[in-house]
């Protein structure tokens, strides 16, 4: 069993819905959650991390941490094609200098 | 934010030459860098992760008299593979992180090795 499964997709959404992006994760000594967006051939920029279990906002994003279900999510509101790319999650089970481990990605694409 | 650059973005090279890709953090001094391995529609892989000063440890299953790393400030590592051969044609992407209780990972553009 990977330690992180990610559905990779593809999902494709009209512009204006609601994503919801999901990983499921073997090792219960993570702590530290992250979602990566990576654009075409480029690396991935941090979208959000959180610390343990519950819910974070920032903007028309929201992660969410189940770590009694080892489930996190990503939920997208009014989703833009700008939006479109790679989603990939990320846990450590310490903080900064320790390495992550990737799930496989999730393609986007809000469609106009 | 903090910014990573690699050099070179994309690089073709011929079977059995060495390449080296070069991974610089510009405006903060990195403790710690990783490098990752991507493949199409895969996933980032950790192949090593590099401290200033020490030698790299790799992960598992990565040669390391193959992809040998050089750490020799705080705002350079570099990655060469050595004697290329075509399946290790693969986008390699470093990040780097401060040291402290949470400190984000930066990662870089990634470069693209092709290899004939």
């Known amino acids: 069993q990977k330690e992180v499964e990610q559905d990779p997709g593809p999902l494709s959404v009209p512009e204006g819905a609601i994503v919801s992006l999901n990983c499921t994760y073997s090792n219960s000594a993570f702590q530290y959650f992250m979602w990566y967006r990576q654009y075409s051939r480029k690396g991935p920029e941090l979208l959000m991390y959180?610390?343990?279990?519950g819910n974070k906002e920032d903007g028309r994003f929201t992660a969410q941490v189940d770590k009694s279900s080892k489930y996190i999510s990503l939920f997208i509101r009014d989703s833009q094609p700008s939006d479109s790319a790679t989603y990939l999650c990320a846990m450590s089970e310490d903080s900064g200098n320790t390495p992550l481990v990737f799930g496989k990605g999730t393609r986007l694409s809000v469609i106009a | 934010g903090a910014v990573v650059s690699q050099h070179p973005s994309r690089v073709i090279c011929k079977s059995g030459t060495s390449v080296k890709i070069e991974c610089r953090s510009l405006d903060f001094q990195a403790t710690t860098m990783f490098w990752y391995r991507q493949f199409p529609k895969q996933s980032l892989m950790l192949m090593a992760t590099?401290?200033?000063?020490?030698?790299?440890?790799?992960e598992q299953g990565v040669e390391k008299d193959k992809f040998l790393i050089n750490h020799a400030s705080l705002t350079l590592s570099t990655l060469t593979v050595t004697s290329a051969h075509p399946e290790d044609s693969s986008f390699y992407i470093c990040?780097?992180?401060?040291?402290?209780?949470?400190?984000?990972?930066?990662f870089g553009p990634g470069t693209r090795l092709t290899v004939t």
């Open positions: 959180t610390y343990s279990s």
């Open positions: 990040s780097a992180a401060l040291s402290g209780p949470w400190s984000e990972q930066y």
């Open positions: 590099s401290n200033e000063g020490s030698k790299a440890t790799y």
